[in-house]
């Protein structure tokens, strides 16, 4: 069992950065692929980034790639979203999931999800 809570999110304008926060309970989080979705009101909930669990790989959505920087700290069962360059586009609430030995995008392979937090961009 895998208990995730997302911390972070908050009011910010457009350019700015702003870094998201996820701790994890349970001993077993190093075996667990972590992933970022986020999800507007009436939209489905879109992929963001993936890590795998040894943390050697990374992946991203076309529309924060080279903007968003997933990593994590396995000693702190954290893991993290480092967003720069803040667009209004990237208003969402923000999910970070875990996934067991798994590195995927889709919603559906990650078996625990935190409760979410809202990121705004204002213009």
């Known amino acids: 069992q895998v208990q995730l809570v997302e911390s972070g999110g908050r009011l910010v304008q457009a350019g700015d950065s702003l870094k998201l926060s996820c701790a994890a309970s349970g001993r077993t989080f190093s075996s667990y692929g972590m992933g970022w979705f986020r999800q507007n009101p009436g939209k489905e909930r879109e992929f963001v980034a993936r890590?795998?669990?040894?943390?050697?790989?990374?992946d991203y959505a076309d529309s924060v790639k080279g903007r968003f920087t997933i990593s994590r700290d396995n000693a702190k069962n954290t893991v993290y979203l480092q967003m720069n360059s803040l667009k209004p586009e990237d208003t969402a609430v923000y999910y970070c999931a875990a996934a067991y030995r798994r590195f995927s995008q889709l919603v559906v392979d990650y078996e625990y999800w935190g409760q979410g937090t809202q990121v705004t961009v204002s213009s």
């Open positions: 890590m795998t669990y040894s943390g050697g790989n990374r």
